[in-house]
């Protein structure tokens, strides 16, 4: 089984942007968004992948991710299938250190979400923080995207 081990930060200005050295829209959808079990369909430029992932491990840094490639008419079919809430952004892929770090920018009704997520090799691995990065978000719900898609941004930023 594949483990995902990932920080989550809010990121705190757009500095991200020009540090980037690539970036790319993305539209997914969820077959389940049910807690600890979610099947994503994601579209991304001419490529499709079907995305699980199982539940987070106590401290939200972990947990297992099963992903693979599917061809743009089959993500385009199964997105036909998925709940209601698309979830729309673009992330931009920045190097801080040894590290890269995915910043997605959301728009729709998670207009003015910036979240930044570093993927790394063992819970405790020491990572350069780029100097965009704010309060680290890790292991809170509200700020999964299949959360997002169920209660949006646009709902809740008032009251954070």
Wanted: with cysteine.
């Amino acid at each position: 089984m594949a483990q995902e081990i990932e920080r989550k930060f809010l990121v705190i200005d757009d500095s991200y942007k020009s540090l980037a050295f690539a970036s790319k829209r993305i539209c997914q959808g969820y077959i389940c968004s049910a807690r600890g079990r979610t099947v994503r369909v994601r579209i991304c430029e001419d490529k499709g992948f079907l995305t699980i992932k199982g539940p987070s491990d106590r401290s939200g840094l972990s947990r297992y991710e099963w992903e693979k490639e599917i061809s743009l008419q089959e993500a385009e079919e199964l997105m036909k299938l998925c709940e209601s809430g698309i979830i729309d952004k673009t992330r931009y892929l920045v190097r801080a250190g040894k590290h890269v770090f995915e910043v997605d920018e959301f728009y729709g009704d998670n207009l003015g979400l910036v979240i930044a997520e570093v993927e790394l090799a063992t819970e405790d691995e020491v990572y350069e923080r780029p100097p965009f990065l704010g309060e680290e978000v890790t292991g809170q719900v509200q700020y999964y995207n299949s959360f997002l898609k169920e209660r949006p941004f646009i709902t809740w930023r008032g009251s954070k």
